[in-house]
C-alpha cells in the first residue's frame, strides 16, 4: 500500500483531490459576487427612491363609472351596484425625447433618465356610443374620468401641456389603478359630448432609472423614442419595426395595432384576466450597461476549476517530465494564490473597471506563482516558463469572458486541445512507476533541468 502511494498515479489522484477541494474557496468567492450585486441592487433602489423607478407610460384611458341591477336572493327590489368601463383610444401616438446621465450611490452608479414624453390620443364618437348601450348596465357620463397610468409617480416632474379638445385641463391625483400602475385623472363630462370625438394632447416630463415602458391603449398605436445612450436593450411584448443605433445614441419606431395583444378596445372592471394581459403587453427600452463587472467576475469564476486544473497540470508534468518533487502542500499554496485572484479581480474591478482589474489582478498572480516556482522547481526557467503558461491561460481566460456569443465554442476548443496536449506529454509516462526523486538541483544551472546546454 505504501508503495502505490509512491506511483504517479497516486500522484494524479491527491491532485485532482486538491483542485476538487479548490472548489470551496471558489464557491465562497461566488457568494461574495452575489452579495456585492445585492448591494448594487440596493444602491440603485436607494437611487430610484428619489429619482423615480423603471418607469411604464401609457395613453389615456376612458373609464366611465356604471350602476347595474342586480337580484337579491330572498328579496323583491333589487340592490344597485357599481362598476366601472374602460374603453381605449382609437389612435395614440407618443413621441419620447431621452435624456440620459448618470447617478450614483456609494461605488455603484446607475443611468437614469428625463423624458420628454408628447401623447396625443384621439376617441371616436361612435366608439364611446357603442360602448355606452352595451349589456345593462346603467353609464354615469357626467362621472367620467381619462385615466393615465404611470408606473413611478415619484418620476412626474412636469406636466407642461394638457388639452382636452384644445381646452387645458389638470390632473388629479388617484387611489384608482389601471392594471398594475398608479393613474392620474381628468375630469371629463361625457353628457356633454354627446356624438362627439375626443381629442387629448398631453406633453410632460418623467425621470426615471433604468428602463422606460409603454402600453399599447389603443386601436392603432404609433411611438417614436430617442435618446444618447448607445446601448439599448429593446424588450418586452414587441420589437421596434425600425431603429438605429450609434455613437451618439439610438432612436426606434414602434407601430402596433390592437390585433397584436390579447385584451380588446374595452372591459368591464369585473373582467378577469385584463390586468395580466395589461402587464403583458409592455414593450420599450432598457439602458443596459455593457461593461457589468459583477457579471463578468461570475463568468470568470465559473472557469475557476478548470484553470486551477490546468496549472496543477502544468506543475505535474513539469515533475514528472524533468523528474522533480513538488509536494502537495505546495500545490495548495499555489491553488490558494489562483482563488485569490477572483478576489482581487472583484475587490479592484469595483473601483477601476473590469479591463484594469483584470491586468492588474492577473499580473499579481503571474509573478507570484512564477516566482514560487522557481523557489519549488529549484530552476529559473521553469518558473519563467510556468509564469508564461499562467499568464497563457489568464489571457484565454479573458477571451472567453470577453466573447459573450462565442464563449461556449471557444471554451469547448480551449479544452480539447488541452487534453491532447495532456495526452501528447504523458503518453511515454509509466503510471504504474514510483515517482522519481531527483538530486537537488541549484537556481545557477537551470540549464541542466530543463533539458538546456
Do not use: C
Not at 374620468?145 to 384644445?166: A, C
Amino acid at each position: 500500500m505504501g508503495k502505490w502511494t509512491q506511483t504517479v498515479t497516486a500522484k494524479v489522484l491527491g491532485i485532482g483531490a486538491l483542485a476538487l477541494l479548490m472548489t470551496i474557496p471558489l464557491l465562497q468567492v461566488r457568494e461574495l459576487v452575489s452579495e456585492r450585486q445585492q448591494l448594487r441592487s440596493d444602491a440603485i433602489s436607494q437611487i430610484a427612491q428619489g429619482w423615480g423607478g423603471k418607469q411604464v407610460i401609457g395613453g389615456p384611458v376612458l373609464v366611465v363609472p356604471t350602476l347595474r341591477q342586480v337580484a337579491v336572493e330572498g328579496q323583491l327590489t333589487p340592490r344597485w351596484q357599481t362598476g366601472s368601463e374602460s374603453v381605449l383610444a382609437d389612435a395614440l401616438k407618443q413621441d419620447v425625447a431621452m435624456v440620459v446621465t448618470r447617478r450614483s450611490y456609494g461605488i455603484y452608479s446607475a443611468p437614469v433618465f428625463v423624458a420628454t414624453v408628447k401623447i396625443a390620443a384621439q376617441f371616436r364618437a361612435q366608439d364611446v356610443a357603442q360602448y355606452r348601450h352595451a349589456g345593462d348596465a346603467s353609464w354615469q357620463g357626467g362621472k367620467a374620468e381619462l385615466r393615465l397610468p404611470i408606473g413611478d409617480l415619484r418620476g412626474l416632474q412636469e406636466i407642461s401641456e394638457l388639452r382636452v379638445n384644445g381646452q387645458p385641463a389638470r390632473f388629479e391625483s388617484s387611489a384608482d389603478r389601471l392594471g398594475h400602475w398608479p393613474t392620474v385623472v381628468v375630469p371629463i363630462d361625457l353628457d356633454t359630448l354627446v356624438d362627439q370625438p375626443i381629442d387629448v394632447q398631453i406633453v410632460l416630463k418623467l425621470a426615471g432609472t433604468e428602463a422606460l415602458q409603454l402600453l399599447p391603449l389603443a386601436r392603432s398605436t404609433d411611438v417614436t423614442m430617442r435618446a444618447p445612450w448607445s446601448d439599448p436593450g429593446f424588450i418586452g411584448a414587441a420589437l421596434p419595426l425600425e431603429h438605429s443605433i450609434d455613437a451618439d445614441g439610438f432612436s426606434a419606431h414602434w407601430h402596433l395595432l390592437d390585433l397584436n395583444r390579447s385584451y380588446g378596445q374595452h372591459w368591464s372592471d369585473g373582467d378577469a384576466g385584463v390586468r395580466d394581459a395589461l402587464q403583458a403587453s409592455t414593450f420599450g427600452v432598457q439602458l443596459y450597461q455593457p461593461v457589468d463587472v459583477y457579471q463578468r467576475n461570475v463568468r470568470a469564476g465559473k472557469y475557476g476549476l478548470l484553470f486551477i486544473a490546468m496549472t496543477f497540470v502544468a506543475f505535474f508534468l513539469f515533475e514528472v517530465l524533468k523528474r522533480l518533487r513538488v509536494h502537495p502542500v505546495q500545490y495548495l499554496l499555489v491553488g490558494a494564490a489562483l482563488a485569490t485572484f477572483y478576489v482581487v479581480l472583484l475587490a479592484l474591478s469595483e473601483q477601476i473597471g473590469f479591463g484594469p482589474a483584470y491586468a492588474l489582478a492577473a499580473s499579481a498572480v503571474v509573478l507570484m506563482v512564477g516566482g514560487y516556482a522557481m523557489a519549488v522547481l529549484r530552476a529559473r526557467r521553469a518558473g519563467a516558463l510556468l509564469g508564461g503558461v499562467l499568464g497563457l491561460i489568464y489571457a484565454m481566460l479573458y477571451g472567453l469572458i470577453a466573447a459573450e456569443q462565442y464563449a461556449l465554442l471557444i471554451g469547448a476548443l480551449v479544452l480539447l486541445a488541452t487534453v491532447a496536449l495532456m495526452m501528447y506529454l504523458t503518453r511515454r509516462i509509466d503510471w504504474y512507476a514510483s515517482i522519481p526523486t531527483a538530486a537537488p538541483a541549484s537556481a545557477e544551472a537551470p540549464a541542466a533541468i530543463m533539458g538546456g546546454s
